[in-house]
């Protein structure tokens, strides 16, 4: 099975407000994670990543949070604008770089 | 040069065509991957090479021969595919497996008629 997963399919929000996504993990032995957008008709791109000795990293206008007891990690987009809507990957490098369902973000204006 | 070049953009292939999708990287990654993509699907791994040697085949039909010529270069080839195998394959390239992020091609979108 999956080794990571989000918790919804898709997430509308109004631009300028914050979004959140989330992601399951069931591998307690997982160091690594990633947060990928894929955009419609591009590859995944990279937004930010996180190893399991912190709890959380800031990026610009991105925070990822780490929840190692319950094996949970978020997403967190500050200000969310129309070039924000995409779909988000959580992916973890235990298993090589697997990646969960994603989640996608639409921006409303 | 932080680009990862995929070549076609675009296949429509017969059944009974052998054709090759390629990737290129010259950020001196040592680990290549081939992901499969449908839509609405998060990518698929299907291969990883590490230092041009093949580390993780997913249990992939036979019809999908990778084949890593040099450090740079990553091949797909394609031989007797079926409609279902219609998909978008990325390519992607990190530092060394199981570390780091994984830059990725734009794609490769195949139509099997």
């Avoid at chain 2, 595919?81 to 390519?91: F, G, I, R, T, V």
């Avoid at chain 2, 497996?97 to 195949?110: A, V």
Wanted: glycine residues 6%; proline residues 5%.
């Amino acid at each position: 099975g999956e080794s990571v997963g989000l918790h919804l399919p898709t997430l509308s929000v109004q631009e300028g407000d914050n979004s959140i996504i989330n992601c399951a993990y069931s591998n307690s032995a997982s160091d690594y994670f990633i947060w990928y957008k894929q955009e419609s008709g591009k590859g995944p791109q990279f937004i930010i990543d996180i190893r399991s000795n912190m709890d959380k990293r800031q990026g610009q206008r991105v925070t990822v949070l780490l929840n190692k007891t319950v094996k949970h990690l978020s997403l967190q987009i500050a200000a969310t604008q129309p070039g924000d809507s995409a779909v988000y990957f959580c992916a973890e490098t235990t298993n090589d770089m697997r990646f969960g369902a994603g989640t996608r973000l639409t921006v409303k204006p | 040069d932080t680009e990862v070049t995929q070549t076609p953009k675009h296949l429509v292939m017969g059944m009974t065509n052998k054709k090759s999708l390629k990737c290129e990287q010259h950020m001196g990654h040592r680990a290549m991957y081939w992901y499969k993509q449908k839509a609405k699907k998060p990518p698929e791994l299907m291969f990883v090479y590490s230092y041009e040697k093949l580390s993780i085949n997913e249990s992939v039909p036979s019809r999908f021969s990778p084949e890593c010529p040099n450090s740079s270069l990553l091949n797909l080839h394609l031989h007797a595919l079926q409609p279902e195998d219609s998909a978008l394959y990325l390519c992607a390239s990190s530092q060394a497996s199981r570390n780091g992020e994984l830059f990725f091609g734009e794609g490769s979108r195949l139509t099997v008629l």
